[in-house]
């Protein structure tokens, strides 16, 4: 029986065994391999999605009128991929999934050179829609996620989140050797 609290260690903290680390590297592996099937299935599914709305339509007192659920659903479906896949996968690259299955339906969509096979037409105004603003946030999406912006940073465990004096976090700041601090003498 003890009355006072427990002896604190002093030094560095005891390394995790060898079998602990391989088995955090299998599961964050299969948690990004995951990430990129969720992605692609998503993906498939507001594809999916736009042929099933494409035809809505609503009865009204001056007639029927179209109803452009799939423009939302395609621009917001593919806008939230395009910042879901890189945080689900750790890679910038993985903007490219979406993309890619993008691709697809827009190839599938427009018949793939089958003569009258194409399943959107060109003067119905809601598929030109959902093409152009899925390719748009397609193209934006990678563009903006290969400029350099990964998702959230890999950080090994144990180790902080940002160094310190990185920027916008608390701490003292590093400055070349060249280079005075705020209010010094210019050279």
């Keep these: 029986m003890t009355t006072g609290p427990e002896p604190r260690q002093t030094g560095p903290e005891p390394r995790r065994p060898v079998a602990d680390v391989a088995l955090l590297r299998v599961a964050d592996a299969a948690l990004r391999l995951a990430g990129g099937v969720v992605t692609l299935a998503g993906s498939l599914l507001v594809g999916l999605l736009m042929f099933v709305t494409l035809p809505w339509r609503v009865s009204t007192a001056l007639g029927t009128v179209r109803v452009p659920v799939a423009v939302v659903i395609v621009v917001g479906g593919l806008a939230a991929l395009f910042w879901y896949a890189p945080r689900a996968t ?60 990964p998702g959230t940073p890999r950080v090994p465990p144990g180790e902080p989140s940002f160094p310190p004096g990185a920027p916008g976090m608390p701490g003292k700041r590093r400055l070349p050797p060249d280079l005075p601090a705020r209010g010094g003498p210019l050279p």
Excluded: E, I, K
Excluded at 92 to 117: E, F, H, K, M
Excluded at 127 to 138: K, R
């Design 90 to 149: 750790g890679t910038r690259w993985a903007a490219l999934l979406p993309l890619a299955a993008w691709s697809v339906t827009v190839v599938v969509a427009l018949g793939a050179g089958d003569p009258g096979g194409a399943l959107l037409l060109a003067d119905d105004w809601v598929a030109v829609l959902c093409l152009f603003g899925g390719t748009v946030v397609a193209v934006v999406g990678t563009a903006l996620a290969l400029r350099g912006r």
